[in-house]
């Protein structure tokens, strides 16, 4: 089930204990999440029609094709753009925000067949797009990719709900998601032997996938995986492939309260952004972040 704002607001105070630098950046992404929860409380998200045939979508697994194409999908943009324009005039009360919001609300007003052209760039992850367009209109990108992604997530959580109810994730051996095919964002350790599920960065789904396997490239080298962890911070740490380059942001359940959502955890984790590219860096490598 998706958090509540009870969860959110207890994930924040977790958060805010363990790492007293993110308490404020946490709360308000934790009041910018709690709109899009109140808004999904409160409104019909319009559930696309979604064909499904049990032995084609049995193929599709064994095959490692997603069930959908983010791209594809026909969302009520009208609600999309409302929530966003929303969570925009919750940017605006804020000192800092101010200077972006009117920037913000231009950037959604370009539109493509009816649909804003920067929603459909969050849907692709064409992160090349965003910054573009940040750029263009002089906003702060990481925002703009925040605010995109918190106006999909009540329809996106919902179609991949629906999906996950056709879905036999025991047949998922992959790397990108299985309801929409995007990259993971987080990983997860818990249970016995800590065993590892990969978080989707567009729709949030889970999905189990084994720890010494780099899901970007499907690299099983052991002397080509490694991790690094955070300095004084109990599970937490970075998983690192030597062969693409790539990382991914981990948290071990096991020594940190969960569960896991998403947009709290993810900025809560910057600094491990941070750690992973000095390392790449100082490596002599190009950094291909995968987000």
């Not at 064994?62 to 925009?88: C, H, I, M």
């Not at 032997?193 to 999905?207: I, N, Q």
């Not at 900025?267 to 860096?281: C, M, P, R, S």
């Amino acid at each position: 089930m998706p958090p509540d704002l009870e969860d959110i607001e207890l994930k924040v105070k977790t958060i805010s204990k363990r790492n007293p630098a993110y308490t404020e950046i946490v709360q308000w992404v934790g009041d910018l999440l709690s709109e899009t929860v109140k808004a999904s409380d409160s409104e019909e998200f319009n559930l696309p029609e979604l064909n499904v045939d049990q032995e084609d979508l049995r193929k599709a697994c064994t095959q490692g094709r997603s069930f959908l194409n983010p791209e594809e999908l026909a969302l009520d943009w009208e609600k999309v753009s409302a929530l966003y324009k929303r969570l925009v005039e919750l940017v605006g009360k804020r000192e800092d925000g101010r200077r972006q919001a009117e920037g913000l609300l231009k950037a959604i007003e370009e539109k493509r067949n009816g649909t804003p052209a920067v929603v459909k760039a969050a849907l692709a992850s064409n992160y090349e797009a965003i910054e573009a367009s940040a750029k263009a209109f002089n906003i702060d990108a990481p925002v703009l990719a925040l605010l995109l992604h918190l106006s999909l997530r009540p329809s996106l959580l919902l179609i991949a709900q629906a999906v996950l109810e056709h879905l036999d994730l025991s047949l998922w051996n992959h790397g990108h998601c299985p309801v929409c095919g995007s990259a993971p964002r987080l990983a997860d350790l818990s249970g016995e032997g800590g065993k590892r599920r990969l978080h989707c960065s567009l729709c949030e789904t889970a999905w189990s996938y084994p720890r010494l396997r780099c899901p970007f490239c499907e690299n099983d080298n052991r002397k080509e995986l490694s991790y690094l962890r955070a300095e004084k911070e109990e599970g937490l740490r970075v998983d690192l492939c030597g062969r693409c380059n790539n990382y991914l942001k981990t948290m071990d359940l096991r020594e940190i309260a969960g569960p896991i959502i998403l947009p709290l955890d993810d900025v809560a984790t910057w600094h491990l952004d941070i750690i992973a590219g000095k390392n790449l860096e100082d490596k002599g490598k190009v950094l291909l972040r995968a987000t």
